[in-house]
């Protein structure tokens, strides 16, 4: 198994000096100076509302989709009910069926 030294990117290692500088800063009186690195900034506003804006339009889109396709049938439905009621009863080879009620009752 072969050894890989950890990648640049900052987390894997602690940031460090080689411990005979260190040593001899120390016996010198030099100051030791420790850099950190700032936090990640925080996320913007806009890291939120574009997906939730995409999601929302989305949303929007298929409820509007399936209002129309209810309004279709709804319209599909009402024009075979009028088809019906004009068109009388329907014979087929002595059947006759009745599409919709009479008016009397």
């Avoid at 574009?50 to 949303?59: K, S």
């Avoid at 298929?62 to 014979?91: K, N, Q, Y």
Wanted: proline share 10%; hydrophobic share 45%; aromatic share 4%.
């Amino acid at each position: 198994m072969t050894h890989h030294p950890p990648g640049p990117e900052p987390g894997t290692i602690a940031p460090h000096i080689p411990a005979d500088i260190y040593r001899q800063a120390e016996r010198e009186g030099r100051p030791i100076i420790v850099v950190l690195q700032a936090a990640p900034a925080a996320r913007t506003a806009h890291t939120y509302l574009v997906p939730l804006g995409l999601g929302l339009a989305t949303a929007i889109g298929v409820a509007g989709t399936v209002a129309a396709l209810l309004a279709l049938f709804e319209f599909a439905i009402h024009t075979a009910t009028l088809i019906g009621g004009a068109a009388g009863p329907i014979g087929i080879g002595g059947l006759t069926f009745k599409l919709t009620r009479p008016k009397g009752q």
